[in-house]
């Protein structure tokens, strides 16, 4: 069973780390910051990104394409954004390269200076309504409802794969309204559908909730997000939607005229979830033998590895196998026959355990004798002698209730890591000593927030929009709290 | 039937840029060269990823994604890719910006200038192989067949929707194979898929070749190319796929062992189409009343406009349009009912006209009484009156004649434009009077080729792989020529 990763338990960061580069997810590129997503790992998000396009389009969105580069300019009309997003971040200045005049290769052109500088967009909320301003005149022209999928740079001084990196891909929705109420309604949409998915097709429960005004994304008057918690007992904030008021149509004068005939500016959100989300995935459900996938997300949902000492056995075990796979694939199940002579079956059982396929199947002469198959969870290590006859309808189940089982442990994880606490006392113990999500009554001002983050490293997470809503008072400064908030420290 | 468009007959391609527009396709951004790609015009790009990355796949290749900007050492590497491709592209020299001190606004922060320049990608050959160095060790490695979806950058002074911009999306296959036999092999076969997409699936004809030597990708050493004719006799590339040979391998030393131990330098190849693959839909389909869609790749397949003067008309109608819509969705067809209260049937009739959806039906209260409706071709015109019992079948009968209709006609075009000539009198002015590809004699130099470009304009388009191999003598040197091959004037 030796995949020689650290456990958890060792070094829960490190073993985070050796997992997404040993299960071949991804790994560092030779440009600082940047990844390079390997094909296992960008065949989950393919299946994530499939998913969530179909759930945007059924809320009635579509998909368009804006440009990679912004003018630094635009970043300057929209006050609140430009101190959040236009700081760190990638700046193109030339537009051409030329053979240095001493041979020594190839150096920047400076006849090729841009008149003005252009941003690799962090996010694309200028850029849109700068276009958006070209799509709207009247009632008629809304809602609009856009999505992007695309890559995006925020140059990070820090990165770790997945969860931060200077080039991630993402996807992210710019709608366009005529009315406050529907731009606040189409926020919470998708918060909701953020939450639908990522608790039912990624297996991560998230608490859904609104941001304090000092976490919001630059340019809100509402940040929705979904927090999840990992094993570490750490948060991390899965997906976020924002309400943006009339800030952007304002920047960039964005005008309807009403029904009525007035002008009127339109209301906007945006909403985004990134290849973080994969990240999420992994640190939520994995174990010290590898990677362990929802079945709704594995690029395999089956393996089948023969066993056999020689070419007959191996003809006996492919026949069994070959009719299991059709039947598999007419249900619409992914499977794979990995029978490769080039590896042994101990070391592909390692294998689809570090890779985390959630059922495997072994096959060997035994088995045919006794016209069974053995099955094996990825989840719990559990195995299972079966019929060949019934191991179809088997593994129907069976992929249903490791869908299930792994989003029961995780809720079960956040249950035991969810702490309510009164004092100041109290919630510094368990933020030092055991993590998690810690509730408690806060005053609602930004010093006391800023004054626990910058002793304990905790911050408010998000306050929830389900929880109970009872008032107490704030932990710190005894003031009035009309509810509990969520604390914890995020990735 | 007034659109306001220009004709093709008055000015091609002022028309292509004014339908390009009208059709809600594309439109310049406020970036230069970079385009917004409307929602209409990506959900036909989508289409056209859909169907490619279900090709690739069944073709055994998979998905990976790999960092946008590339060191700009990267490209000194490989020395004829170089020059290629290090020239007109976007650097990225810094990676921040601060507010000015003067308090103007927002300025590049000189203190943080990169150590090397980053280069956007205009192609993804240097990064990959730097990142298959690490991939590749043994023969077992072997083959990688991968492809990404992605955004690249070339800086062109002159831009165009669609044919030439500055950002444009593509896909780029990238594979690595244990021998020369196997590369040449995968390129053929790409050009071989492409073609069978852009014929069956866009309807447009192509003609399957190769480069000449100074038409080749920069570090090919055979560029395989498809070329379509465009309405107005000029050719347009629609895809190519490259032998790269061990170009690459050596540049970033990427060996493996083979099976005997030795250690071999790996073979590449590498193909792409983009979204120029529009521009060529665009360009041999569409008439002066607008787009014209092949069924598979329009958005809507079929749209059906209510005709009514009160609500009772329009209850009727909805209800047999209602029918007949779950019944075509039933069979796939991708139909839209444009009910709108806000819009007369003329003006959507002129509106779907425009936009290419290939069938539209009508439904009005005399329709109701004989319980027929009328059907409206977009390529012929042609409109028939059917019972509303048979619409469905005979719509599917008409989507696969449209289908084929569209591309017999752009084969009928071809032939009639291409004209095989055997003196350079005869060959320039075909070129300048009817334009379309010419079949000429070549002496296979670089001079002539040269001259003629110069001369006339006319490139050469391909080496036609399928097309007669005569001998003949050269049209302008008159020396020996083992075949023809294709000129034209191209995009
Ligand atoms: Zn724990
Ligand atoms: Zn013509």
């Keep these: 069973m030796a995949k020689n990763l650290t456990t958890r338990e060792e070094d829960y960061s490190k073993w985070y780390n050796e997992l997404v580069i ?32 179909r759930m945007f389009k059924e809320t009635g969105h579509v998909n368009a394409y804006f440009p990679l580069f912004i003018p630094k300019s635009y970043f300057s009309k929209e006050a609140s954004h430009v101190d959040g997003f236009a700081k760190e971040c990638a700046v193109v200045t030339h537009y051409r390269l030329k053979n240095a005049e001493d041979g020594s290769g190839i150096v920047v052109d400076e006849d090729a200076k841009l008149e003005e500088e252009l941003i690799v967009r962090p996010t694309s909320e200028t850029i849109i309504w700068d276009t958006y301003r070209k799509w709207v005149q009247s009632y008629r022209d809304l809602p609009l409802l856009i999505n992007q999928w695309a890559n995006v740079v925020r140059w990070e001084m820090r990165t770790r794969l997945f969860l931060r990196t200077t080039e991630f891909l993402w996807q992210e929705g710019h709608t366009a309204h005529a009315t406050k109420k529907e731009a606040i309604a189409e926020a919470e949409q998708m918060m ?7 608790e039912n097709f990624m297996a991560v429960p998230v608490i859904k909730g609104v941001k304090t005004e000092s976490e919001r994304f630059a340019g809100a008057l509402e940040t929705y997000c979904i927090e999840a918690l990992m094993q570490d007992g750490k948060a991390l904030q899965a997906g976020t939607s924002h309400f943006l008021g009339q800030n952007f149509a304002k920047a960039f004068d964005v005008k309807f ?15 985004g979830v990134s290849t973080r989300l994969m990240g999420a995935l992994i640190m939520t459900h994995s174990d010290d033998n590898g990677l362990v996938l929802p079945p709704n997300l594995a690029p395999d949902q089956v393996v089948i590895v023969p066993i056999y000492r020689n070419e007959e056995q191996l003809e006996a075990v492919s026949e069994v196998a070959n009719s299991i796979i059709s039947d598999l694939r007419v249900k619409g199940i992914r499977v794979k026959f990995d029978n490769r002579d080039t590896h042994k079956p101990g070391w592909k059982f390692n294998e689809y355990e570090l890779k985390g396929v959630p059922v495997r199947i072994a096959i060997g002469p035994k088995d045919i004798e006794k016209g069974t198959v053995e099955l094996a969870r990825r989840d719990t290590f559990e195995k299972i002698f079966i019929e060949k006859d019934k191991v179809v309808s088997k593994i129907e189940t069976l992929l249903e209730e490791i869908q299930e089982n792994l989003l029961s442990k995780a809720l079960a994880h956040r249950a035991s890591h969810t702490t309510e606490v009164d004092t100041y006392e109290e919630f510094k113990k368990v933020i030092k000593e055991k993590g998690g999500f810690v509730s408690a009554h806060w005053d609602g001002t930004k010093e006391t927030e800023e004054r626990i983050k910058n002793e304990t490293k905790a911050t408010i997470r998000c306050i929830p929009l389900d929880a109970n809503t009872s008032s107490g008072s704030c932990m710190v400064t005894g003031k009035p709290s009309e509810r509990r908030v969520l604390f914890a420290k995020a990735y």
Tied chains: 1, 2.
Excluded at 192 to 198: G, I, N
Aim: proline content about 2%; glycine content about 8%.
């Design 22 to 53: 040993k299960a071949d997810l991804a790994e560092n590129s030779g440009v600082r910051g940047c990844m390079v997503i390997k094909p296992y790992g960008f065949a989950i998000w393919e299946m994530m990104q499939k998913e969530l396009d």
């Design 192 to 198: 909701h559908v953020y939450a639908d998915f990522v």
């Design 257 to 271: 005229a009403t029904k009525e005939g007035s002008q009127e500016y339109v209301w906007a959100t945006s909403w």
